[in-house]
Nanobody, 119 residues
Framework: QLQLVESGGGLVQPGGSLRLSCVGS????????IGWFRQAPGKEREFVAA????????YYADSVKGRFTISRDNAKNTVYLEMNKLKPEDTAIYYC????????????WGQGTQVTVSS
């Protein structure tokens, strides 16, 4: 059964850091681009970052550029989202998703992990 599982969320103070992980099972992530998305209460889901299947290309939303870094370790079937200088407005449920072709959208989604930035 194909599955994406996120972990690493939690409560952090403004200015702090977290590293999210997205682990794939039941398929080889090597052939998929992976994206991170987030959804805050009362808001629509928004794109955060994405990485190509090889890791050679990365993409970021303007709101996280310079603070978040996406990376992948295909040997571990894992994609990471390193989040630094966190702000209260980064509070959301974070989801990872796999895409066989990014211009056609994302095929598989995880269940999400909560990130709360608050003092």
């Amino acid at each position: 059964q194909l599955q994406l599982v996120e972990s690493g969320g939690g409560l952090v103070q403004p200015g702090g850091s977290l590293r999210l992980s997205c682990v794939g099972s039941g398929f080889t992530m090597d052939y998929y681009a992976i994206g991170w998305f987030r959804q805050a209460p009362g808001k629509e889901r928004e794109f955060v970052a994405a990485i190509s299947w090889s890791g050679g290309s990365t993409y970021y939303a303007d709101s996280v550029k310079g603070r978040f870094t996406i990376s992948r370790d295909n040997a571990k079937n894992t994609v990471y989202l390193e989040m630094n200088k966190l702000k209260p407005e980064d509070t959301a449920i974070y989801y990872c998703a796999a895409s066989a072709s990014m211009d056609k959208g994302y095929d598989y989604w995880g269940q999400g992990t909560q990130v709360t930035v608050s003092s």
